[in-house]
């Protein structure tokens, strides 16, 4: 059984950083093709969005414009984990963030669409204040 654990996240101040990451254990992402992890946010009252994704014998990483040239994701297919960098964190940034993995190819495209992803973590809450 494939489960994936977010570890990081916490309060900061506009302006600072913070870095989340994501443990899978159950499979061997080394072995699997056509891999994609990612980040999605929820924040109170509105949908989950797509944050950021980067894959494994594709193209990417992906990023939503809202976050581009501010966080950097990342993997680690040893380590089967994958980690999201954020810097110049925004009050909008704020949300509850969900590690996400799938692979054999993208069903719903493009890429930062949440029915893309069979796999979900539990969340970690980011909370960036004035």
């Known amino acids: 059984q494939v489960q994936l654990e977010e570890s990081g996240g916490g309060s900061v101040q506009a302006g600072g950083s913070l870095r989340v990451s994501c443990a899978a254990s159950?499979?061997?992402?080394?072995?699997?093709?056509?891999?994609?992890m990612g980040w999605f946010r929820q924040r109170p009252g509105k949908e989950r969005e797509g944050v950021a994704a980067i894959g494994t014998g594709v193209d990417g990483p992906f990023y939503a414009d809202s976050v581009k040239g501010r966080f950097t994701i990342s993997q680690d297919n040893a380590k089967n984990t994958v980690s999201l960098q954020m810097s110049g964190l925004k009050p909008e940034d704020s949300a509850i963030y969900f590690c996400a993995a799938t692979w054999g190819g993208l069903r719903s495209p493009p890429v930062l669409n949440a029915a893309n992803f069979v796999f979900w973590g539990r969340g970690t809450q980011v909370t960036v204040s004035f």
């Open positions: 159950g499979v061997t992402f080394r072995s699997t093709r056509n891999k994609y």
